[in-house]
């Protein structure tokens, strides 16, 4: 694996600097859009808007998101789930350092999350659902890890921060990451449909998506991004969403000129939304505040 994107520094906003503060993060909500009620689109609070809750992970019994925590004045950022059977949140790591990113692992019953240690490193931990197994590291010298994405045979890619910030590639068995593109944003995704990885990067002061297939190597350019985007999902196989400030626009990967107005959520947030997942039907969504 040779390719190596040469492209324009791109400057991602919000890479995990290590997450612990003298002051309060920047204040967000999440909220839960279930879109196809009898009375239609039905929108809920998650999490109440006086603090930092992001990276929303739906699944079928809740969700998982980074939460803020503050304690002697000091801020940082823990892994909380809300149940939706008993609709209260529990803080499943409650430690003296940041966690954040929580992604549903391959490697095991758990999440995988990134970990700012008390040494200000950041690596990627294994936090299992057993309560009697401890948390580990996945990898004891990969860092700095901003974020990651896993593929179908415990292989994975990762935001390693720097200058410029790179996405690699490697598996759990190899642990030896390779560079496959430079200046990149910070979503990362696995389409499993056809066992590629999608991320975004800059070229000549475009925004561009790009697909990464680990078994060959190839890195494609697939279309244009709006300006500065940051946050994107997949709803399907072949549809991406994105919203530009409070509204979500679907794009097909097949005919990517084909974009619509999917859902405008101006009645549940006025400003912009960032972090979004999508499960079965609903959508978990971040409003900066």
């Known amino acids: 694996m040779n390719l190596i994107l040469k492209v324009a ?4 906003v919000a890479a995990l600097t290590p997450l612990v503060t003298n002051a309060a993060m920047p204040k967000s909500e999440i909220l839960l859009a279930h879109l196809n009620t009898p009375h239609g689109l039905k929108v809920s609070r998650i999490t109440e808007a006086d603090s930092y809750t992001n990276q929303p992970l739906l699944t079928e019994k809740g969700i998982y998101f980074t939460k803020e925590v503050i304690a002697d004045e000091q801020s940082q950022t823990d892994i909380a789930f809300y149940d939706f059977a008993t609709k209260q949140t529990t803080n499943l790591t409650n430690s003296e350092v940041s966690e954040c990113s929580p992604t549903l692992s391959p490697i095991g019953e758990g999440l995988s999350a990134i970990v700012v240690e008390n040494n200000t490193k950041q690596k990627l931990w294994y936090y299992p659902f057993d309560k009697s197994a401890s948390p580990k590291r996945i990898f004891e010298w990969i860092e700095p890890v901003g974020y990651h994405a896993w593929g179908v045979n415990d292989d994975l890619v990762m935001f390693i921060l720097g200058e410029p910030h790179t996405l690699q590639y490697t598996s759990v068995a190899s642990a030896k990451p390779e560079v496959v593109a430079n200046n990149i944003g910070r979503t990362l995704l696995f389409n499993s449909a056809n066992n590629q990885y999608l991320f975004s990067y800059q070229k000549e ?6 697909s990464f297939k680990p078994q060959s190597g190839e890195v494609t350019e ?31 990967l097949i005919k990517p000129d084909e974009v619509s107005l999917w859902l405008d ?13 999508y499960f079965s039907e609903q959508l978990a969504f971040v409003c900066k505040k």
């Open 205 to 210: 002061q475009q925004n561009w998506l790009a």
């Open 222 to 252: 697939l279309f244009r991004l709006p300006p500065s985007l940051q946050d994107f999902i997949l709803i399907n196989d072949h549809t991406l969403i994105y919203a530009l400030q409070n509204r979500v626009y679907k794009r097909s």
């Open 265 to 277: 959520l101006t009645p549940y947030c006025d400003t912009t939304i960032t972090r979004m997942s």
């Open 9 to 12: 520094q791109f400057i991602t």
